[in-house]
């Protein structure tokens, strides 16, 4: 969803901004081409206008679409924020209360329970941030408002306008993120429409308020992306002395003893073994971490379609387990922080004097232009990434 706003759309924004009654007449004229689009694909008025009634445009929504951050998380940074000592607990707090829902869910389809924790707890913190914007005003004013990806939130709003109609959902209860994604494991209606299932038995599929219809649709989702049963997602390993970075990639498959016999090892230095195809992830180059990863690393990847990301639900669901964290130090002399050490780093720079808001831990612009000033005061590049360093000279 970055993709920069044409100059002559945002200039449409200003004037719409300046003159809401403009923008009000466009929409109403947009919203009756959308119920005449909806009618067209089996969508009753009545559900269009049960739906859509009063809402009004969301231009705020433009705004975040034209506005994201272009700041460079390095992957040490995205995997300490995302898979850090609170959120492993806060899992398994998590695990114990649905258990019986998880467990149901790997049974049914087959898919390791810990991985599909490991989903909820990157897409949504176990539930905690599922997103608070009203998804059809969401939706809608990105279908009116974003000439670039019409066409797709058009059919995501359609969608979404099943939903309303099949009665899965209350339409009060669909909220999610500014681009439409939403639920315990922030499906996309598209997404929800073609894998979503009743986990909980009530004849509902409701991925908002049902916990148990949340995991097992995120269940459907792995097995019908390719998920193996049995195989595992991949694992730490050590690289031989000159590996050769070029034969990386997730896509380079080969068979374990073919990485056996460069000398890949288990990163503990035991021997490879299994007889499966698997590439080797060297998301930080030779010298940090490096994984083998398998078919069902490629499944998890399905979800989100970055590695990164990848990564961080794989390595909390082993977490989950109660296996350790990655073994092989990051190629930076400024290691990255917990979201528990950033709140503290925010709470510095407020007594300091620095406006960073709440201290949250989500490091926002504020807190980077802070902290940016405190990289100039102590001789770094002012890039605004929260490290080591910066912590340590805000605690002296």
């Known amino acids: 969803m970055n993709r920069t706003l044409a100059p002559t759309l945002l ?17 109403r004229s947009c919203l009756s081409s959308l119920r005449a689009q909806a009618a067209a694909k089996g969508i009753s008025g ?4 049960r739906a859509t009634g009063g809402i009004e445009p969301d231009l705020k929504i433009l705004e975040l679409m034209d506005n994201q951050p272009e700041f460079k998380t390095p992957i040490w940074d995205y995997l300490a924020a995302l898979v850090d000592d609170e959120r492993v607990q806060d899992g398994r707090a998590a695990m114990r209360q649905w258990g019986q829902a998880l467990a149901a869910a790997e049974a049914r389809f087959g898919v390791d329970r810990h991985v599909i924790a490991g ?15 009203p998804l059809v005003q969401s939706l809608a004013t990105l279908a009116c408002y974003a000439p670039r990806r019409r066409e797709y939130f058009t059919g995501e709003l359609m969608a979404t306008l099943k939903i309303v109609q099949d009665g899965d959902i209350d339409p009060a209860n669909l909220r999610g993120s500014w681009a439409g994604a939403f639920g315990h494991t922030q499906f996309m209606p598209s997404t929800f429409q073609r894998l979503a299932v009743d986990g909980d038995g009530d004849g509902h ?12 649709s995120t269940a459907n989702f792995l097995k019908k992306a390719g998920w ?31 990485w056996a016999a460069m000398g890949v090892t288990h990163v503990d230095g035991r021997p490879l073994s299994g007889n499966y195809p698997a ?3 060297i998301p930080a180059g030779v010298q940090g971490p ?47 922080l917990s979201r528990a050490q950033r709140r503290e780093l925010q709470r510095l720079l407020a007594a300091r004097g620095y406006d960073v808001g709440e201290p949250d831990g989500k490091i926002g612009a504020k807190t980077r ?13 002012q890039r605004g990434r929260p490290g080591a360093k910066v912590l340590q000279a805000l605690r002296g």
């Open 11 to 27: 200039a449409l924004l200003g004037l719409a901004a300046a003159t809401p009654a403009l923008a009000q007449g466009d929409f």
């Open 46 to 49: 009545q559900a269009f206008d």
């Open 119 to 133: 989903v909820w707890g990157v897409e949504s913190n176990f539930g905690k941030d599922i997103g608070g914007r």
């Open 205 to 216: 599929r409701d991925i908002m308020m049902s916990v148990p219809d949340a995991v097992a």
């Open 228 to 258: 193996v049963n049995g195989l595992p997602w991949g694992y730490e390993v050590r690289l031989p002395a000159g590996f050769d970075a070029r034969l990386a990639g997730r896509r380079n498959k080969k068979p374990l003893s073919a």
């Open 279 to 281: 590439g080797i992830l």
């Open 290 to 336: 490096a994984f083998v990863v398998t078919k069902n690393f490629d499944a998890v990847y399905s979800y989100n379609a970055a590695e990164s990301y990848g990564l961080a639900i794989a390595l909390l669901g082993d977490r989950l387990k109660g296996l350790p964290g990655i073994r092989t130090a990051w190629p930076t002399d400024d290691p990255p």
């Open 369 to 381: 232009e802070a902290i940016k000033d405190v990289e100039r005061q102590i001789g770094l590049e």
